[in-house]
């Protein structure tokens, strides 16, 4: 079992920077891949970026590629997500997740443990 806790979110107005942190504990390890996703009120929830906890490697939706960077600390177990050039489109509840897999996808359904979410509310 994994579990998530989300953190880092807040409001801030265009233009600005969050980053938000995910926590993890129980049975994570470098066989996983971590995703950050974002829903805002009545819209799907989407990618956002994904990391391997082995290797580094990620990627990004083309919507926040340049703006936003995904990282992880392996000694804290903890997944970040810096995001800067905040825009009011990027007001979302942001949830971290966790895939048993070294294999990144885009698709929320392939990721089998989620955190709670945090808002982010960029203003105009």
């Known amino acids: 079992q994994v579990q998530l806790v989300e953190s880092g979110g807040g409001l801030v107005q265009a233009g600005g920077s969050l980053r938000l942190s995910c926590a993890a504990s129980?049975?994570?390890?470098?066989?996983?891949?971590m995703g950050w996703f974002r829903q805002a009120p009545g819209k799907e929830r989407e990618f956002v970026a994904a990391?391997?906890?082995?290797?580094?490697?990620?990627y990004y939706a083309e919507s926040v590629k340049g703006r936003f960077t995904i990282s992880r600390d392996n000694a804290k177990n903890t997944v970040y997500l810096q995001m800067n050039s905040l825009k009011p489109e990027d007001t979302a509840v942001y949830y971290c997740?966790?895939?048993?897999?070294?294999?990144?996808?885009?698709?929320?359904?392939?990721?089998?443990?989620w955190g709670q979410g945090t808002q982010v509310t960029v203003s105009s």
């Open positions: 997740a966790a895939r048993r897999s070294v294999i990144l996808t885009p698709k929320p359904n392939e990721y089998g443990y």
């Open positions: 990391i391997s906890w082995n290797t580094g490697w990620s």
């Open positions: 129980g049975r994570t390890g470098s066989s996983y891949a």
